[in-house]
């Protein structure tokens, strides 16, 4: 394994950075952070790898689906309404110039 860490700007000699690595990185950390606010993982308590495993599963899982339902309500919220059905809900006016 070799360290990845970007240079300071006042080095003459800069060792080698890679920002995709660097990236990938960051993401594989947050994901085991992810994991560890569940407190039968961070504490291990199971005695069998399996059981272990399939906390794991399930906690990834979860992260997951919670992640995928932030994004689409993240991005439904921007969607503008132009046409409904719904007589309580207006559609926007549009400026006639």
């Not at 569940?38 to 899982?61: E, H, M």
């Amino acid at each position: 394994m070799v360290p990845n860490i970007p240079p300071k700007n006042d080095r003459r000699w800069k060792n080698c950075f890679s920002p995709w690595l660097s990236r990938h990185c960051n993401e594989i950390e947050r994901m085991f952070g992810r994991l560890n606010d569940f407190r039968r993982i961070a504490t291990r308590d199971d005695r069998l790898a399996r059981n272990l495993l399939a906390s794991v599963c399930l906690a990834a899982t979860l992260c997951y689906s919670l992640w995928v339902w932030t994004l689409s309500v993240f991005f439904m919220a921007g969607v503008p309404r132009t046409r409904t059905r719904d007589p309580l809900i207006k559609a926007p006016r549009r400026l006639v110039s």
